[in-house]
């Protein structure tokens, strides 16, 4: 019988010891690295025999992709897979699996969070009360006007599993929701209860924007100074998905010039985690945080509990639970 060589390019975990179990139950070959930032060529020497290869952050490109010999499946350890040329692996007969659904309930909880929290004017209120306890006297006119955020609109741009869940979130606040997403079919409307507007109309009205869509060519900047310039000046906007789906430098501009009243920022472009100059990270009006939405305890252990059950249907000659290019074959022969 044939022993399948895995590889798991890098990590997030702690460590992969119980990865290791599970792979010696299956009689798998398995090696552990941390690749994230390795160039080309060291992740293809690593990866040039593996029949599965398990990746987060390592990017496997067309060039890297053309080194692998033997692979019949990658699986992204994440949500997106934006580190990944689908088009290049499909060429080679390669299923590209993710993992879309391990962390929608985190990351929605998160980005109501950082709506609140820009709406609250959290780090002025931390101020304030620093301030006025030195003084022993409270102050609070600097943080003015705050409002009410009930009966406002938010905007959603993209209604997927996180766009959804926001959604409902956002209505047990009392807030009207818009929705901007092309591709959602009527179905889902209907169970959401929602009509789509155009982009342009969504952050002409919305008092809050909240971004849910994957990092393609088409997302990539789809928010920057022109859209910023649409919105209103005492409006939010809050990103919890790809970094480069938003113009980081504009945005950064926008606040400052005050046609932007805060934004809430977990994810960066480019380069994670971001430079410590990064002009976002200094600016008052942005509450930045660092690429955690997706955390918490359970969805830490659902994201590899449902990537060995992958493995596991693999070895059956099974595609992924959430298979990529769905067009693409399972290969299971050299």
């Known amino acids: 019988m044939k022993r399948w060589k895995l590889v798991v390019t890098d990590f997030i975990e702690p460590d992969l010891e119980w990865e290791a179990q599970q792979f010696d139950q299956l009689g798998i070959e398995y090696?552990?690295?941390?690749?994230?930032?390795?160039?080309?060529?060291?992740?293809?020497?690593?990866?040039?025999?593996?029949?599965?290869?398990?990746?987060?952050?390592a990017k496997f490109d067309a060039k890297?992709?053309?080194?692998?010999?033997?692979?019949?499946?990658?699986?992204?350890?994440?949500?997106?897979?934006?580190?990944?040329?689908?088009?290049?692996?499909?060429?080679?007969?390669?299923?590209?699996?993710?993992?879309p659904d391990y962390c929608v309930q985190e990351v929605a909880e998160q980005s109501l969070m950082l709506i609140l929290a820009c709406r609250r004017k959290l780090c002025d209120q931390q101020v304030i009360l620093r301030n006025s306890a030195q003084r022993r006297e409270w102050e609070f006119a600097s943080i003015r006007p705050?409002?009410?955020?009930?009966?406002?609109?938010?905007?959603?741009?993209g209604c997927g599993r996180v766009g959804g869940t926001v959604l409902r979130m956002a209505r047990g606040l009392g807030l009207k929701c818009l929705v901007c997403d092309p591709f959602i079919p009527d179905k889902r409307k209907q169970e959401l209860g929602v009509e789509t507007v155009s982009l342009d109309k969504l952050l002409r009205e919305s008092d809050v924007v909240t971004v849910h869509v994957p990092l393609t060519d088409e997302t990539h900047h789809l928010l920057g100074q022109r859209e910023f310039d649409?919105?209103?000046?005492?409006?939010?906007?809050?990103?919890t998905a790809r970094g480069a789906i938003v113009d980081l430098i504009a945005l950064d501009k926008t606040l400052r010039d005050g046609k932007l009243a805060f934004a809430g920022i977990d994810?960066?472009?480019?380069?994670?985690?971001?430079?410590?100059?990064?002009?976002?990270?200094?600016?008052?009006?942005?509450?930045?945080?660092?690429h955690l939405a997706w955390l918490s305890e359970e969805s830490a252990w659902a994201i590899r509990a449902r990537i060995v059950e992958d493995v596991s249907r693999f070895l059956q000659g099974e595609v992924p639970h959430f298979q990529v290019n769905a067009g693409t074959r399972l290969r299971m022969e050299d």
């Open 31 to 57: 090696s552990f690295h941390q690749l994230k930032l390795a160039a080309g060529s060291a992740l293809a020497e690593i990866t040039a025999d593996a029949d599965i290869i398990i990746t987060n952050m």
């Open 64 to 99: 890297v992709i053309a080194c692998l010999r033997n692979c019949k499946l990658i699986i992204r350890h994440g949500v997106g897979y934006d580190n990944i040329d689908v088009d290049a692996a499909s060429a080679r007969g390669i299923v590209v699996g993710y993992v």
């Open 146 to 157: 705050i409002f009410r955020l009930s009966g406002e609109t938010i905007g959603i741009i």
């Open 267 to 290: 994810v960066y472009e480019d380069q994670e985690p971001p430079e410590p100059d990064h002009p976002l990270l200094n600016n008052p009006r942005a509450i930045c945080t660092a």
């Open 230 to 239: 649409l919105m209103k000046a005492n409006a939010v906007l809050v990103n």
